[in-house]
């Protein structure tokens, strides 16, 4: 992308930060394990985890903050990798899957499928994916029609996640118990999460990321642009759709047991660009550990800045992605660049 610097780190330096940061994220799970409300020894903790556990710690661990990891692991992983590919298919390093109404599409066909399924929750990730396509089509389809600049992209996803918060608003209000906690769905969290409620999204999030590394080489080719992608044999128009699909399975599956959580998408791969550069493959893997190590950090403050008492991750989240979007509108409008 024209407007983002290349990093002159090497291949042996890009995986070494990447294998840091897998190191980075193996320490911030321990810590998330062991810390919150009531604090667990690393003993106790791994104990639990091999089933030698034995009491209230055991439960903590296994029934309540395992869970909530594993969510945060996998919701922060994917909404990265979605932000990373769409910001590259679209060549804007505006976009992100909570900026140009992915999450919201997701959350709309959410809020749907409890309202009108109730009985079926295993049919909450496929309709978190169609909604998130919907929503990143239609914001594509309408800053296409009005010129394709980057602003443009940016006010249509504003205005079209505006329509579909006020879908999910009807929806509750005919539906009043569709979704239980709404407060948490919109806001973003990873509370009373189970590992029943995370198995399916977990396989729509581990064969769309797989599935993207291995199109990391065509999706450099987009970077190019899409007439010199074209001219090197590359279907520029079929694989924007697939890639855009995949971005949008991952945020949908994600948005189906975290919520409508904002700026993982936005604020990872732009940090990780700078480290490893833009190459696709190092990048999709340096954002999905950077997206993973953001939320869990996020989440291990959100419980013991104010312990007993507990923020809303979503909140944290904001209050660290906020700055750093206004930061980039601001870095753009001087025209220093992204």
């Known amino acids: 992308m024209k407007s983002l610097r290349t990093s002159s780190v090497g291949n042996r330096g890009r995986y070494g930060l990447i294998a840091l940061l897998a190191v980075l994220v193996l320490a911030a799970s321990v810590a998330s394990l062991a810390f919150g409300a009531v604090p667990i020894p690393p003993g106790e903790v791994i104990a639990a985890l091999l089933g030698r556990g034995r009491g209230a710690a055991a439960s903590i661990v ?13 919701a922060g992983a994917a909404l990265a990798c979605s932000g990373t590919i769409i910001q590259g298919v679209l060549n ?18 959410t809020a749907l499928c409890c309202a009108l399924a109730p009985q079926a929750p295993q049919l909450t990730s496929a309709a978190a994916f169609l909604g998130a396509l919907a929503g990143v089509l239609l914001v594509l389809f309408i800053s296409e029609r009005a010129g394709a600049a980057r602003t443009t992209l940016v006010l249509a996803g504003v205005a079209i996640s505006s329509v579909f918060s006020a879908g999910i608003d009807g929806v509750l209000t005919f539906f009043p118990d569709a979704l239980s906690g709404y407060t948490d769905f919109r806001v973003g969290g990873v509370k009373n999460l189970s590992m029943a409620r995370l198995a399916p999204a977990f396989w ?31 279907p520029a128009g079929r694989l924007r759709l697939i890639l855009l699909a995949l971005a949008a399975a991952l945020a949908g599956a994600a948005v189906s047991f975290v919520g409508l959580l904002g ?14 550069g833009e190459d696709s493959f190092p990048l999709l893997l340096s954002s999905a550990l950077g997206g993973a190590l953001l939320l869990t950090a996020c989440d291990l403050a959100s419980r013991i800045i104010f312990a007993p008492f507990e923020l809303p991750l979503g909140v944290v989240l904001s209050l660290t992605g906020g700055p750093f979007f206004l930061w980039l509108l601001l870095r753009q409008r001087r025209g220093g660049g992204l």
């Open 62 to 74: 296994l029934y309540a903050r395992l869970p909530r990891l594993c969510g945060c692991l996998l």
């Open 92 to 109: 804007n390093p505006l976009a992100a899957p909570n900026v140009i109404g992915v999450n919201s599409g997701a959350g709309l066909a």
């Open 204 to 234: 729509v999030i581990l064969i769309a990321l797989a599935l993207a590394l291995s199109l990391s080489h065509e999706l450099d080719l987009l970077l190019l642009g899409q007439e010199t992608a074209q001219s090197l044999g590359l």
């Open 263 to 276: 700026f993982v998408g936005l604020l990872a791969p732009h940090i990780m660009r700078r480290m490893v």
